[in-house]
């Protein structure tokens, strides 16, 4: 069973830095991917990045130039640095492995940007 514990939520300003871990309880390099979903009150949940086994990442223009996903993988974590946050960005943030078929889930962490 894969366990995902998100970490670094809070509260900023507009302009401001996050920076989110994800610490897994197995070996992530064992994951095909790993990525991090967003969730805004009454929206769908959004793919925000995604990095794969072999170091490729990915982002929807929503997020690209501002978000940056990495991994350690002796820490067995996954990160999301948030730069120029914006109001929009505010939601849920939730980190996501996929193994074997299967798709785990963190237990999320909140983000709150302030205008």
């Known amino acids: 069973q894969v366990q995902l514990v998100e970490s670094g939520g809070g509260l900023v300003q507009a302009g401001g830095s996050l920076r989110l871990s994800c610490a897994a309880s197995?070996?992530?390099?064992?994951?095909?991917?790993l990525a991090w979903y967003r969730q805004a009150p009454g929206k769908q949940r959004d793919l925000v990045a995604t990095?794969?086994?072999?170091?490729?990442?990915s982002y929807p223009d929503s997020v690209k130039g501002r978000f940056t996903i990495s991994r350690d993988n002796a820490k067995n974590t996954v990160y999301l640095q948030m730069n120029s946050l914006k109001p929009e960005d505010t939601a849920i943030y939730y980190c996501?492995?996929?193994?074997?078929?299967?798709?785990?889930w963190g237990q999320g962490t909140q983000v709150t940007v302030s205008s």
């Open positions: 996501a492995a996929f193994y074997r078929g299967s798709t785990y």
């Open positions: 990095i794969t086994s072999g170091d490729s990442t």
């Open positions: 197995g070996s992530i390099l064992s994951f095909n991917a």
